[in-house]
């Protein structure tokens, strides 16, 4: 499985990144072979707006990649405001004789988590476990193997519009590729940014793209809470744009080339020039201080409204393009009150394609769950044909209708009793 070439597409705000590599599906090492970038369009806040755009810019990052074999499985990446997430409960009776949890009864157990009840227009992306507890004894993180009567399984869960999810299968799939499965985008950059160490101890990762701002957090190993929110990078250029009066890519050019949130460090009277025109530099530092505050504090509430803010002794790890603009890990130490760094994808084997930059940690990580999920282009060899209208197969595979075995036995609890965030 590890040799395996597996396939990801971050169909981002700003930019889609096709990318193709080998991966350890334990998360050791990934090694990228080839990575196409092109200037994303059709989409906004993390969804696609215009379909055929949406289509077209992926597309064309695949051509930028080399290519991929028709109807290969790749992984992709999805996030937005449509993005929902709670954490809950399920227990099933196991009727085993000998009591042994086996890992066809653990599926079982993510199955009916999946196939909870959420929202009339969502579905269930992830079904991440946190722990079991087996026959009342608490805190088990593998039950397999172990025996039990009563299970229970302790788990996060993120969902999403349905229609979101289907606008974004139908832009990637319309490509002739066949999408395995889709990864909540800070999920991902933090499999390409984290240690096991770093979530044994209890970290967020804050993924600061062109359009959403996405949170994970992590304690004792499992993932706590998610959240996605609807501003950026762009968000930044916009206010620049706005408060100076000029075109949004002169703003954009300006915060790339001059951009700090720390405008107390700027001289009242520094000018800064671009296309033989000055801007005043404080005012644009400003500006951007002041949306980079209420970008932090709506990630530092979020987790606060979760429970989790006091318990990350790790820290926050940023990544993304957005993390990019000067002073942000200072400012983010400030406004969170943690002790912040700035990432990049971590044990890249080799240097072939330079991808140790924050803004392709999403990128990166798609390879490592595509591994884990066992993609592999000779899985696909007998589809050669283009899988044009096959999104309804594959919305029904991820989605879980697997029809086995009925959920005897089952307890739910509703979504939002664990807190829905
Ligand atoms: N050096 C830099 N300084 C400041 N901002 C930067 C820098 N480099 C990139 N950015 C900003 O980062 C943003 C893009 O980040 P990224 O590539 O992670 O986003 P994306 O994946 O396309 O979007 P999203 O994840 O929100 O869908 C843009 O707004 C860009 O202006
Ligand atoms: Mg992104």
């Known amino acids: ?86 954490n809950t409960e399920v227990t099933l009776l196991n009727r085993a004789r000998n009591r042994t949890i086996t890992g066809r009864f653990r599926k079982r157990l993510e199955t009916e988590a999946r196939q909870m009840h959420v929202g009339e227009d969502e579905k269930v992306i992830h079904v991440v476990p946190r722990s079991f507890v087996l026959d009342g004894a608490e805190g088990v993180t593998q039950p397999v193997g172990l025996a039990a009567r009563k299970v229970t399984m302790r788990a996060h869960v993120v969902a999403g519009a349905i229609s979101s999810i289907q606008n974004l299968l139908g832009a990637v799939e319309d490509c002739g ?35 959403t701002t996405d949170i994970a957090t992590f304690m004792r190993g499992a993932l706590t809470h998610t959240d996605v929110i609807p501003l950026g990078g762009e968000s930044f250029s916009a206010d620049v744009a706005y408060g100076l009066k000029i075109p949004f890519e002169t703003a954009d050019a300006l915060k790339l080339r001059y951009g700090t949130v720390l405008s107390h460090d700027i001289d009242d009277v520094a000018a800064v020039k671009l296309d033989d025109k000055h801007y005043n530099a404080r005012f644009i530092s400003q500006i951007l201080e002041y949306r980079a505050y209420e970008v932090l504090e709506f990630a530092r509430d979020s987790m606060e ?44 084997k080799g240097e072939s394609v330079p991808v140790r930059k924050p803004q392709y940690s999403t990128a990166v990580g798609l390879l490592y769950f595509a ?21 309804v197969s594959a919305v029904k595979e991820w989605f879980g209708f697997f029809g086995e075995d009925g959920p005897e036995g089952a307890v739910r609890d509703k979504p939002g009793a664990g807190g829905r965030s």
């Open 177 to 211: 590729v066949k999408v395995s499965q889709v990864v909540l985008e800070p999920l991902a950059s933090s499999e390409a940014c984290l240690l096991d160490e770093d979530r044994s101890m209890g970290v967020a990762i804050i993924d600061m793209g062109g359009g």
């Open 1 to 86: 499985m590890a040799s395996k070439l597996v396939y990801g597409i971050d169909v981002g705000t700003t930019k889609v990144v096709a990318i193709v590599g080998r991966a350890d599906g334990r998360r050791g090492w990934t090694e990228v072979l080839s990575l196409g970038e092109v200037p994303s369009h059709g989409l906004r806040r993390g969804m696609v707006v215009d379909r055929e755009a949406a289509t077209e810019s992926v597309a064309a990052a695949i051509e930028d990649c080399g290519g991929f074999p028709r109807g290969v499985p790749v992984t992709v990446g999805i996030a937005g405001g449509h993005i929902s997430s709670f």
């Open 371 to 391: 591994a884990k999920n066992g993609d592999s282009a000779s899985k696909s060899k007998g589809a050669r044909i283009a899988s044009f209208g096959s999104i």
């Open 305 to 348: 409204k979760a429970g989790v803010r006091n318990l990350l002794p790790g820290g926050a790890v940023l990544t993304g393009g957005g993390s990019l603009l000067e002073g942000m890990d200072e400012l983010a130490e400030k406004v969170l009150g943690m002790r912040t760094r700035i990432a990049t994808p971590r044990r890249v």
